[in-house]
């Protein structure tokens, strides 16, 4: 290979458009905005979802509905995934929010509700931020106890 044998790669060897330098370039003139009309002058730029004077898209759509912007999320854990991960050895009996990280079932800082889902064999201690009525008399007919932290 010799460097009389180099050619650019493909995206390399497009010319840009160059506007506005004379009629022979075929961008002179109007240097393609066409003739009049809101697009061809020089302080013109589209507002995003601008339909020409139409109703745009987000204004015709009707809204409804609110989300409270101070709500609180919970991750749902029903007491027969807890039973599965007992049996999987991933967590133990005494449960605690450091067990659901460290066993993938949350993120940090996530909060859990326990909800009743399932039959409890094992006798669990559990500590979470919520528990359902159901939940709670399955985890104590079974044995254990429910903590609220």
């Given amino acids: 290979m010799k ?24 961008l002179g003139k109007q240097s393609g905005r066409g003739h009049k009309g809101q697009k061809s002058g020089s302080g013109y730029s589209q507002k995003r979802g601008f339909e020409g004077g139409q109703m745009p898209l987000q204004r ?33 009996e005494k449960v605690t929010l450091d067990d659901f990280i460290a066993a993938g079932i949350i993120r940090k800082n996530e909060l859990v509700k326990v909800l009743g889902r399932g039959d409890v064999e094992t006798a669990f201690q559990i500590e979470a931020h919520s528990f359902s009525k159901s939940a709670i008399e399955k985890i104590e007919k079974a044995g254990g106890s429910a903590t609220k932290i």
């Fill in 3 to 26: 460097l009389h044998n180099l050619v650019a790669p493909k995206p390399n060897r497009k010319t840009r458009k160059r506007v506005g330098r004379g009629e022979g370039s075929g």
């Fill in 60 to 92: 015709r759509i009707p809204k409804f509905g609110f989300k409270n912007p101070f709500r609180k999320e919970y991750v749902a854990l029903n007491l027969d995934v807890l039973e599965d991960f007992k049996k999987r050895g991933k967590i133990g």
